[in-house]
């Protein structure tokens, strides 16, 4: 059972490149979200989805688009790189909105901007 | 203001020794999930526990137990017989069950651990 997977690993981008990440969960699951981490920082939420077509802004939105086409997809797009865009990038996916419900995560994608 | 607090930036434990790990949290819902998550050096985000805040016994999976102390707002991840695979950042996370503007997991910045053979 894969969960939630995304690619690429790693990627460096030149500023004002655009690159999208792309993730995808096999477990079914309505909610979807993309996380970037910082060092000392914990997660901040970029974006969020509760369901094919439906998608919204979380904490740090700016910079950053995303798309819900399907169930199991949910890619993130980043237009013009900066390189305040230079972070760890996990999507996540969750069964319910419920409190006892975890995020599960994919590995990451470390992105580097210069 | 911060929900998530994490106190202890670094942790160091001699292995097969317990360690505790604090996390103290601030809400108004009464209504609310507690997590902890475990990342090694290798990067993926590994669930490990969860507490609700109407449960009434404090969660234990394995080797992890939560020291929930709800007046408190501390929820405490506690690890026994402290394994040198348990060197990771661990991260304390809330969901609260009202949403306001957008629904999110609130994650604290984490504690590093090493384990020391």
């Known amino acids: 059972n894969a969960g939630v997977t995304q690619t690429p690993k790693f990627r460096i981008l030149k500023i004002g490149q655009s690159m999208t990440l792309q993730c995808t969960q096999d477990?079914?699951?309505?909610?979807m979200y993309w996380y970037r981490q910082d060092p000392g920082m914990g997660l901040k939420l970029i974006y969020y989805?509760?369901?094919?077509?439906?998608?919204d802004k979380g904490e740090v939105p700016n910079g950053y688009n995303v798309s819900r086409s399907t169930t199991e997809d949910f890619p993130l797009r980043l237009e013009l790189a900066a390189p305040s865009q230079t972070s760890v990038y996990f999507c996540?996916?969750?069964?319910?909105?419920?409190?006892?419900?975890?995020?599960?995560f994919g590995n990451g994608t470390r992105l580097t901007v210069t | 203001a911060q929900k998530i607090t994490q106190t202890q930036p670094g942790m160091f434990v001699q292995e097969k020794e317990a360690v505790t790990l604090d996390c103290t949290y601030d809400?108004?819902?009464?209504?609310?999930?507690l997590f902890w998550y475990k990342q090694p050096s290798s990067g993926e985000m590994i669930f490990l526990i969860y507490?609700?805040?109407?449960?009434?016994q404090n969660a234990t999976e394995g080797r992890y137990s939560l020291n929930f102390q709800k007046a408190r707002k501390s929820a405490n991840l506690v690890i026994s017989a402290s394994q040198l695979g348990d060197s990771a950042m661990y991260f304390c996370?809330?969901?609260?069950?009202?949403?306001?503007?957008?629904?999110?997991?609130?994650f604290g910045p984490g504690t590093s651990l090493s384990v020391i053979p």
């Open positions: 996540a996916s969750s069964y319910s909105l419920g409190v006892n419900s975890p995020l599960h």
């Open positions: 996370a809330m969901r609260e069950g009202m949403k306001t503007s957008y629904d999110k997991v609130i």
């Open positions: 809400t108004s819902d009464p209504s609310y999930g």
């Open positions: 989805s509760v369901g094919a077509g439906i998608t």
């Open positions: 477990m079914n699951h309505n909610y």
């Open positions: 507490q609700g805040s109407y449960d009434q």
